[in-house]
């Protein structure tokens, strides 16, 4: 990188063209979106008791799961009590592209603090087999307390380091929620408003390019694999499904979103990715009204 590349968030102005309703939203304080637990409540239900306790909350059309407030519900018994969980709704879509079912093999690589495993739980209703697997000892606490708190009980939880699960009979789906820059969150930590530090981004790469391979190989044939990020950089995104793609016999899958997105980038600086990358989904703040991620959905070729 020279002295006159645009660093930070600079960098990314030349992928986003609403450029300036994205700056706008970076700096807007995040308002509460949560999941509805399916596994104890349906959503109706849930608006109906919140509604009672004077909470207004507002449904997402294309996600009928999840609500927004402006209120703190954190200390509410229904929170407690496992009904709903806290969750940006842009952490919905990998689980929606996962498409995990009931019955199923399913495993959630890099799975603390359980937010997405336990929706996976959820749309697999409990049945069937999810390994959420986490080698971190304090953040497996968080995993398991979710995981109790939820009532998902067809999770196994391993705690190997992702890189290195060990291969074995294949699984239907993998969720591979990888560390990354997370510039994505910026809207609840302010210090990555200006951006991840290139040494990180080139750091963190490495680590996803393992994931991504130790997942693909984990899979079945003709299994799914969902690679997301909550982070900006195509170093980190579309570059790591392209390691991927040219290592492996994958292909990159449509998702189907009826949300404000972005496609794919199939070019960054000198750098040309496959066509098929511009299949996988980007969401910035400004989208949703929520945090930024990438998402690409794979599945294995025989």
């Known amino acids: 990188m020279t002295p006159s590349t645009p660093t930070g968030l600079e960098r990314y102005r030349p ?5 300036d309703e994205f700056l706008a939203a ?3 304080p995040l308002s509460t979106d949560l999941r509805t637990n399916t596994l104890r409540i349906n959503p109706d ?3 109906d008791r919140l509604l009672g306790k004077g909470i207004r909350v507002e449904p997402f059309a294309w996600e009928p799961t999840y609500f927004r407030t402006t209120r703190t519900v954190g200390a509410t018994v229904e929170h407690w009590a496992g009904l709903f969980y806290l969750q940006e709704v842009v952490q919905s879509v990998p689980v929606a592209a996962l498409d995990p079912q009931p019955g199923e093999l399913v495993l959630d690589l890099c799975a603390a603090p359980g937010g997405k495993a336990t929706d996976i739980a959820a749309r697999m209703r409990n049945r069937g087999c999810l390994v ?3 080698p971190n000892g304090r953040r497996q606490q968080a995993l398991l307390a979710n995981v109790n708190r939820i009532g998902a009980w067809n999770i196994a939880i391993s705690e190997y380091r992702g890189q290195d699960f060990p291969i074995g009979d294949g699984f239907d789906r993998v969720l591979v929620d990888a560390p990354c820059s997370a510039e994505g969150t910026l809207r609840k930590e302010p210090s990555l408003r200006g951006g991840a530090l290139p040494s990180a981004i080139r750091r963190l790469a490495g680590i996803q390019q393992m994931l991504i391979l130790r997942a693909f190989d984990l899979l079945r044939v003709g299994g799914r694999l969902v690679y997301s990020t909550c982070t900006f950089a195509p170093e980190e995104n579309e570059a790591i499904v392209a390691y991927l793609l040219e290592r492996r016999r994958a292909r990159v899958l449509p998702i189907s979103a009826s949300f404000p997105h972005a496609s794919g980038v199939t070019a960054w600086g000198d750098t040309a990715y496959p066509s098929e990358v511009s299949d996988c989904v980007r969401i910035y703040p400004h989208h949703l009204d929520s945090g930024g ?5 794979i599945e294995r070729l025989a």
């Open 293 to 297: 991620g990438f998402v690409a959905r």
């Open 45 to 47: 239900d849930l608006r």
């Open 26 to 28: 970076c700096k807007r």
């Open 15 to 19: 992928l986003i063209p609403d450029w």
């Open 132 to 134: 959420a697997n986490e």
